[in-house]
């Protein structure tokens, strides 16, 4: 299994990225998606998950109507929209993947991808 996120960089305060996360040698549309983030010194904490049909999702309440998770089970991706991002947004993101039902627990997630890093700064 792998997944593979791509889309970080160095943005202003205020601006937008949209993180992806391409899965592979796993059966994607059966899997819960979930994005977290650790920021340098602090614990990974986590920023939502979508459910297998992409009907629902949720946030934590740090980045709620600021940022949107999607996905295409079509082309077994994951994508996290950010935006408005603030300073306290930079961190390291990383995608998972769970079997389990919903969760806000990294321990349940069974596979990880390296993460991307996104740097929101002036």
């Known amino acids: 299994v792998q997944l593979q996120a791509s889309g970080g960089g160095l943005v202003q305060p205020g601006g937008s990225l949209r993180l992806s996360c391409a899965a592979s040698r796993l059966t994607f549309r059966n899997y819960i998606m979930g994005w977290f983030r650790q920021a340098p010194g602090k614990e990974r904490e986590f920023v939502g998950t979508i459910m297998q049909s992409a009907a629902v999702t949720y946030y934590a309440e740090s980045v709620k109507g600021r940022f949107t998770i999607s996905r295409d089970n079509a082309k077994n991706s994951v994508y996290l929209q950010m935006n408005s991002l603030k300073p306290e947004d930079t961190a390291v993101y990383y995608c998972?993947?769970?079997?389990?039902?919903?969760?806000?627990?990294?321990?349940?997630?069974?596979?990880w991808g390296q993460g991307t890093q996104v740097t929101v700064s002036s």
């Open positions: 998972a993947a769970t079997t389990w039902a919903y969760t806000r627990d990294a321990s349940k997630y069974q596979y």
